[in-house]
């Protein structure tokens, strides 16, 4: 089946609190994606942002943020009372400072509440989750006693998991190990909540899942054994990326790598209950940096730089053979961007899931290429950029201008001013209408591409705090030629019928309704 989806973070939506939540905001949005007959519902990874307030560098595999926890639901339920919901603020950049101090201060008090008189629900949920939550919850009142130090800095006691010391620090922070565990709560019941009202409405969401944890996590301090480790709980090797024509020193990213033959010695059962909680959060899972199933780069933990690496193998199918006869048609799309080998092809023909195609790298080379919309595979998710890249108008302000000449006459654009912004952008139009009529089955575009906004709304990754799109700051990524958002997009998402090989599909051409833009 043919469909398109639209991807935004759920910290991207609108809202009072600072940052985008689970509440009313949400729902909204699934109300325009279901009138716009859209499909899918694409989001980054929802985990507990650590360093760099990066969704890629979670504190676990398996928890919630608890930044999206929106209050308005929990005064709701009766466990915040209307004094005790923040005021609301205009939206804007996410200073995530204020969050780290504001929400676990209120966030405390909801929790008392509960766990004051602990609902059937919520002990129904500590038994459903209990393969991860305890160990969880216990990570972070620990971290919280260590001053939030990372893992490695902790006393070895407690770093190498001592059963005294576990022990003892399950008695000593007891009251904070629940107060975590009904955060928890919190989250997945809201989560819940969104996603079955997504279903009946049509809507599936598209999850995100790095394929590694952070160096700073539950899942490395509660199975060191499945990590590349020495025993005493520090790495030996770490993952990152070769050498390449944009980094010559390559890509040093530092998280854990996996132990694959012990993984494999367990029947891969760790990886197991990891997808059996995604495919039960989403309707659909993208797993982050397939490749290293294929085989990864492997640098030893102490070096400068990610040169000193090596290529080891991965997996490879014994993984998703072990998958497939776990769970009945897993919905999973592989990332296979990056370096891209004859291994990686044959695991991705083996597997036979659907592969990424990224329309910004088309003309990057002013050759043809697999990022061409007419070398799609019908098997693919097609997007206009993902999150790592610069949005579709930004883009083009940037490219060569050999680049954007080829890239407008490809998907031919109209003419006029390709440098214009906002929801009627000739050019946007012109890209994402190309892309749809691609032989893809699924599209997924950014929400900032069908609003036409510039460079300033794409969503940086570690070390930059990922800015809202509430209110845009232009719509042009160019200060000699800004313009305002044009406020058409106000307006109900136009339909349109195009024929994409023969057949008519109904797709939304331009973002309107939704007051995020």
């Not at 509440?113 to 459903?128: Q, T």
């Not at 209950?273 to 290293?292: G, L, N, W």
């Not at 883009?395 to 006459?409: D, G, I, M, S, V």
């Amino acid at each position: 089946m043919r469909a398109s989806g639209i991807l935004m973070p759920v910290f991207s939506l609108p809202g009072p609190f600072g940052i985008g939540t689970l509440g009313k905001e949400a729902f909204a949005f699934v109300d325009f994606l279901a009138d716009a007959k859209q499909t899918y519902w694409q989001i980054l990874p929802i985990g507990p942002t650590g360093y760099g307030d990066s969704p890629y560098q979670s504190f676990s595999a398996f928890a919630g943020n608890p930044y999206f926890i929106d209050y308005r639901l929990l005064a709701d339920v009766g466990l915040l009372t209307a004094d005790e919901v923040p005021a609301a603020r205009p939206v804007g950049p996410i200073d995530y400072g204020a969050l780290y101090n504001e929400r676990p201060v209120i966030l405390k008090k909801a929790a008392d509440r509960l766990l004051a008189a602990p609902s059937p629900s919520y002990e129904a949920f500590c038994e459903a989750q209990s393969f991860w939550l305890e160990d969880y919850a216990l990570f972070m009142a620990v971290k919280a006693e260590q001053g939030q130090a990372g893992l490695a800095d902790w006393p070895d006691d407690l770093r190498c998991r001592k059963p005294e010391a576990i022990a003892a620090a399950k008695q000593r922070l007891a009251g904070a190990v629940d107060y975590y565990k009904a955060v928890q709560f919190f989250f997945y019941t809201q989560w819940n909540a969104l996603k079955a009202y997504a279903n009946g409405k049509g809507v599936r969401l598209v999850g995100d899942i790095p394929i590694y944890v952070s160096p700073d996590s539950s899942d490395l301090w509660t199975h060191p054994e499945l990590f590349q480790t020495d025993g005493e709980m520090h790495l030996t090797q770490v993952a990152g990326c070769p050498p390449d024509a944009f980094a010559a020193d390559g890509q040093l990213w530092g998280n854990p790598l996996y132990d694959w033959p012990t993984h494999k010695a367990t029947g891969f059962a760790w990886w197991k209950q990891r997808m059996k909680h995604a495919t039960s959060i989403y309707d659909v899972v993208r797993i982050d940096h397939f490749r290293a199933f294929s085989a990864y780069w492997a640098v030893p933990a102490e070096a400068e730089t990610a040169k000193e690496g090596q290529w080891l193998d991965g997996p490879k199918t014994d993984f998703f053979d072990a998958v497939n006869r776990t769970f009945k048609d897993p919905k999973i799309i592989a990332e296979d961007l990056g370096i891209i080998d004859d291994g990686v092809i044959d695991l991705l023909k083996k597997t036979q899931l659907p592969c990424m195609r990224v329309m910004q790298f088309a003309f990057m080379e002013g050759k043809d290429n697999m990022h061409m919309p007419h070398n799609y595979p019908k098997n693919c998710v097609a997007y206009t950029g993902t999150h790592d890249n610069n949005t579709v108008l930004g883009w083009l302000w940037e490219a060569q201008p050999y680049e954007r000449e080829h890239a407008l006459k490809y998907c031919a654009f109209p003419g006029g001013d390709w440098a214009v912004g906002g929801s009627e952008s000739a050019s946007c139009h012109a890209i994402i209408r190309t892309l749809w009529q691609s032989p893809a089955n699924t599209v997924i575009v950014p929400v900032q591409d069908l609003c036409g906004f510039g460079k300033d709304t794409k969503n940086e990754r570690a070390r930059r705090a990922e800015r809202q799109l509430g209110v845009p700051r232009h719509a042009r990524s160019s200060s000699t030629a800004s313009t305002k958002v044009d406020q058409r997009i106000k307006r109900r998402l136009l339909q349109k019928q195009i024929t994409a090989k023969g057949r008519r599909v109904s797709v939304g051409f331009c973002l309107c309704k939704f007051p995020m833009c």
